[in-house]
């Protein structure tokens, strides 16, 4: 029989796992536009290609992290929390500052940080925090 808690864990982690995979595919599906459009330095610059390639390894590697975590992993809960804020500044630092990124990039990386956003607030809210408190 399944608790209240334990119905709230499998809740929370099925929205965070949710809003990993939309990072995770527009992630990927910008890598894919960046190689159409390498023939376009107006476009796709150096630091864009650096930029989305490390995009999509923090993608596939919080993919990892909360599928992990919801079965318990207490390290996985730990590296998804750490992670997926890391993500989330180094986006808001890459919108804000003048630079080596196109409009188009940062578009995709302010729905990127979105998405991030709200994996950063289930993970660290009070249900999940407790579920791990300890391990």
Known sequence: MTTQLEATHTAAFRTVKALVAGYL????????????????PSVVTDA???????????????????????????RSYLRLRLVS??????????IAIPGDFPVWLKVEQGVCGLLLLGVVLVV?????????NGR
């Not at 490390?54 to 992990?68: E, Y």
């Not at 660290?124 to 791990?132: E, P, Q, V, W």
């Open 85 to 94: 804020a890391i993500m989330l500044v180094a986006i808001a630092v890459i």
């Open 124 to 132: 660290n809210g009070k249900h999940l925090r407790t579920a791990f």
């Open 48 to 74: 864009v290609w650096v930029r989305t390639v490390i995009v999509v390894g923090s993608a596939a590697l919080m993919t990892a992290f909360a599928a992990r975590a919801a079965r318990g992993h207490g």
């Open 25 to 40: 595919a527009l992630s990927v599906l910008t890598v894919v536009a960046v190689f159409i459009l390498r023939h376009h």
